[in-house]
């Protein structure tokens, strides 16, 4: 019995397919465009629909991970460095080889096919979950625990984002010397 389309399973199901939807359209968008800010709004298109999927499959944390991080900072930094960086009118992108389309769109199959066959396979078990992994809990593992990981990441991120401004800055200056 095949459940109907405004049943919970039905529903549920129409959500799934609408956020493989918006991966995909996202992913698309950002392999098959010319221009470079439509490619990172598909990369931000496709990265919302994976903190949707995260927060389809009940982990809400995750989704909110995923849209800070990667589509807030990630996209964010990549149009930064577009607009630091100098444009080039007399550079254009070279036409796509038709061969390597057809390899890559080759191995993408055999790699799609050799997943989806592991997966059939594969003995699925349940994993014992020990612990507390409670928002409340990451969080103080996080601050307690883990606090000079947490800064020494914030500091080489900084160390990151002022060697890209200086060396965006210096590349400038010397263009205009």
């Known amino acids: 019995m095949n459940p109907s389309l405004f049943s919970a399973e039905g529903l549920s199901g129409v959500v799934f397919l609408g956020f493989v939807g918006l991966i995909a359209s996202g992913a698309l968008i950002a392999t098959h465009t010319q221009r470079l800010i439509r490619a990172i709004s598909g990369l931000a298109l496709c990265l919302l629909g994976v903190a949707g999927m995260y927060y389809f499959l009940l982990s809400p944390f995750l989704a909110l ?19 630091l960086a100098e444009p080039k009118p007399e550079q254009t992108v070279g ?3 038709m061969v390597a ?3 890559g769109v080759i191995l993408g199959g055999v790699l799609f096919w050799g997943l989806v066959r592991l997966a059939q396979v ?6 014992a979950v020990t612990g507390d992994f ?27 984002i002022i060697g890209s401004v200086a060396l965006a800055r210096m590349g400038r200056e010397r263009s205009k010397a």
């Open 65 to 83: 991970m995923e849209l800070l991080i990667y589509v807030g900072a990630v996209c964010v930094l990549i149009v930064f460095g577009i607009m």
């Open 95 to 97: 036409k796509l080889n």
């Open 101 to 103: 389309g057809v390899v």
């Open 122 to 127: 594969a003995p699925w078990q349940a994993s």
């Open 134 to 160: 409670s928002l409340e809990a990451v969080g103080t593992q996080l601050l307690t625990s883990y606090s000079m990981v947490f800064e020494l990441i914030s500091i080489v991120l900084l160390v990151a």
